[in-house]
């Protein structure tokens, strides 16, 4: 039967005037110090969101303190940021068709016109140097956003128990359904196909987030992601990567360490987590982990 919930459809208006009543996440403000590598571990101790970088074939990391950048996908990459120096929280990172998409808080160095407390919906085109203001702008704390391949217009965007939907590129959105969802995920081949992992599991909406069902064979996970063959990825809550194969069936790959923040699959299928451990790589759905970056100990 098709998901239903307690919490009713509500107007996108309501929503914004609940964002601006709920208070921050904790530990969200970057504190600057004159170290700019503390401040670089600091921000990188919340990690909101990986993506490919299109320009160095390297990773894109969306942390609480800005867009920073590893230029390879190795040990020794070199890591530098935050991108232009715009230390804002970058929640509900997401990269499609050549854009950036991201909600948050500004930081101590973010332009004026990324306004006060939420950031809305910002986009960039140049790869974080610069961003424009899309939706919402000082309203909504979006913490996921998911956008399909296959048809970028079309936005999803996950807030408070509510999944949201614009097909303008955010001009314009639905009332939303309530879902209890972690994470969000637009087929990459489907624009009307979402993806929401909760608690009992993930849900699956053929008609454009306009209802869900739970899917019965899929794994409890917490992170959701879809390779090159549209085949899905999990990290799954006792500490394991869990994956689809080509059948369409689960099966369970390697450990990665504590809780896991970000997950993200580059074009050659690798699949990079941010953990416990810091930031990680696998070819093997976790049998083997190679490091990419690794955060210094506090003394």
Do not use: K
Not at 188 to 207: C, F, L, Q, R, W
Not at 259 to 269: C, E, H, N, R, S
């Amino acid at each position: 039967m098709p998901f239903t919930t307690a919490v009713p459809r509500r107007r996108l208006a309501a929503f914004a005037a609940l964002a601006l009543t709920v208070p921050l996440l904790a530990g969200c403000a970057l504190i600057r110090s004159e170290d700019p590598d503390h401040d670089t571990q600091v921000a990188l101790e919340h990690i909101h969101g990986l993506a490919s970088d299109p320009e160095t074939g390297g990773l894109l990391i969306a942390s609480h303190g800005g867009i920073y950048r590893l230029d390879a996908l190795t040990p020794s990459a070199e890591l530098t940021g935050p991108v232009a120096g715009n230390d804002f929280d970058g929640m509900g990172f997401t990269a499609v068709a050549g854009s950036l998409y991201a909600s948050g808080h500004p930081g101590p160095n973010s332009p004026e016109h990324f306004g006060a407390q939420n950031l809305g919906l910002i986009r960039s085109d140049d790869n974080a140097r610069t961003w424009t203001n899309i939706a919402f702008t000082g309203e909504a704390d979006f913490h996921d956003l998911a956008l399909s391949e296959s048809d970028p217009s079309r936005i999803y965007a996950n807030n408070y128990g509510i999944v949201y939907r614009s097909d303008d590129g955010g001009r314009t959105w639905n009332d939303g359904v309530g879902v209890d969802a972690r994470d969000i995920l637009a087929d990459p081949n489907d624009s009307d196909t979402v993806y929401a992992t909760a608690p009992e599991g993930v849900y699956v909406s053929h008609d454009g987030a306009e209802t869900f069902e739970l899917d019965e064979g899929a794994p409890r996970m917490m992170l959701i992601a879809a390779n090159s063959l549209g085949l899905l990825v999990g990290t799954s809550f006792d500490g394991t990567l869990v994956y689809q194969l080509p059948s369409g069936e689960w099966t369970t790959g390697g450990e990665y360490t504590g809780g896991v923040q970000a997950l993200t699959i580059t074009p050659g299928d690798e699949i990079v987590i941010a953990d416990q451990r810091g930031i990680s790589l696998t070819s093997d759905f976790g049998v083997t982990w190679e490091p990419l970056f690794r955060p210094e100990p506090h003394v």
